[in-house]
């Protein structure tokens, strides 16, 4: 894969700075290859043992969608065509009814798709990557205990219950959305901080193949809106998939024994009993207790020259838009952006990356927060589906004018903030757009009805401009 180092040597030879990575997640692994790129001496610090030679890891989700972002940012450090050889396209939402039927919604045009991907590899790989770059060492079994913004020293604990001192030139906070790099940032003035815990856990079930083949067509993110429930399922390379369901802690308590499982997922999810198995969903339904989502907010993202957030540590955000990796990694090709800007100068880039990508990352924690409660209701109201297809439709005739927001989130790197303000304006000028269409049919049924064509001989020209007479003070009343 990637050895840019070996070509990049006069570079790096003048660059003896030390930039330790806290968090070999996700998007501390990304990161690290993008360091490491640029020619850094990085240190990785992971709490976990190595992944790649523990046996189980369990916790945060099993699959997750990658979309454009995302895969722009792994294209930049070579690993896109590795990742995505491993994902499995969904070109559709699949929506099941509680009648069973099943309707396709597609996520945009023809030929646009989100990737299924597993995390767990998609972690491996990228360490892989890191490790493959010779000024790249990562270190696991070290967990950050704390760290001084005067000396910039920080302390790990190791497996062997030993405690080290490591400093660096730059510190870059990837551990998550506990992050215990941000500790230090809550003890400054003027950084601002908020953490939401939504009333809903998650819980993930598996529903294995079916002789041998996907259960259900697996080409698509399957979803189950139930109007305070809700459950989708994304498909693996091992042909099942995995089921995530979401719902009120509340509910969760409720459901205490096997049978009570059965009884609820025939009320709701009856379709899905057989393809994951009346047994295995007695059984795995109490293997892990629902896990919370939290939204975290906070700015700025650095701290001086000598430390910086990204990824969930800087923004977790509940995962009803599939982008908080995306965001994150997009976080480390936004810095890299400006790390070329201003000549890896970090007493600038810090600043700089708090001012640009704040306002994003913000604008994607509340639109994920919005999808959290659109999900789960609106994706079975008919107004919202007709919107959808209204949308959908204007972008196919005016591909330059409406872009439908998922479009813009999923499929474009158009910045996160502007993609929120495009939309406002587009659905102001939609909604106006079909309340004039609606307007004009009422009214020309009016007029059609009053003075039957044959009758009066009112001409085209007349009936318009009653049309337009009409329909005036209506149209600027939504918005
Ligand atoms: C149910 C669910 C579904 C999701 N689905 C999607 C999706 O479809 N698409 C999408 O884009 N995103 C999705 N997400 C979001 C995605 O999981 C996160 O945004 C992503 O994992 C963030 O990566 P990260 O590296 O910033 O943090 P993490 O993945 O949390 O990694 C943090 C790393 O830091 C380590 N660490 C923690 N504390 C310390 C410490 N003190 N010292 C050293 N190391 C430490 C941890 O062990 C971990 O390896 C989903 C999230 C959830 C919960
Ligand atoms: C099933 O339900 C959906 C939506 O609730 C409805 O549109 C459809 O007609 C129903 N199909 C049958 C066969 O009852
Ligand atoms: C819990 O279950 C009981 C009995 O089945 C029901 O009456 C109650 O509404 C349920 N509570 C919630 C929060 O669903
Ligand atoms: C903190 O939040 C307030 C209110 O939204 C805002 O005006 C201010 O600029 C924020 N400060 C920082 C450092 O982001
Ligand atoms: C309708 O009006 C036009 C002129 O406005 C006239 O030429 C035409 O003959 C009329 N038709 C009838 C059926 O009255
Ligand atoms: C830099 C810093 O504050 N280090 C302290 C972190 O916490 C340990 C004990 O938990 C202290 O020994 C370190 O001095």
Redesign the pocket.
Known sequence: TTMDYSTNDSKSTSKKKVVAV???????ALNACYFAKRGFQVEV????EDIRQAKIVKG??IN???SHR?RQALKQVGMEDTIVSKGIPMHSRMIHSLNGTQSPIPYGKKGQYILSVD?ANLNKELLSAAETYSNTKLNFA???LNWSTETGAMTFLRADGAKEEIQADLIVG???????IRKQFLRQSRFNFSQTYIPHG?LELTMPPINGEFAMKPNYLHIWPRNTFMMIALPNLDKTFTC?LFMPFDEFENVTTGDQVIEFFQKYFPDAIPLIGADALKRDYFCLPA?A?VSVKCSPYHLSDKCVL????AH??V?FY?????A?FEDCLVFNEIMDQLNEDFSAVLPEYTRVRVPDDHAIADLAMYNYVEMRSHVNSKWFLFRKYVDNFLHIIMPRTIIPLYTMVTFTRTRYHEAVKRWHWQDKVINQGLLCVAVSVVVGSYLLVRYPPNMPNISIEQLWTRLQALKSPFCGFVG
């Open positions: 806290v968090g070999g997640g996700l998007v501390g610090f992971e709490s976990r945060r989700s997750l969608a990658l995302g995390r070290h967990k950050l990837c551990d998550g959305a506990f992050s215990a998650y995530t896990q989502m990204m990824g969930d540590a977790a955000v995962p599939g982008q908080g990796m995306n994150g």
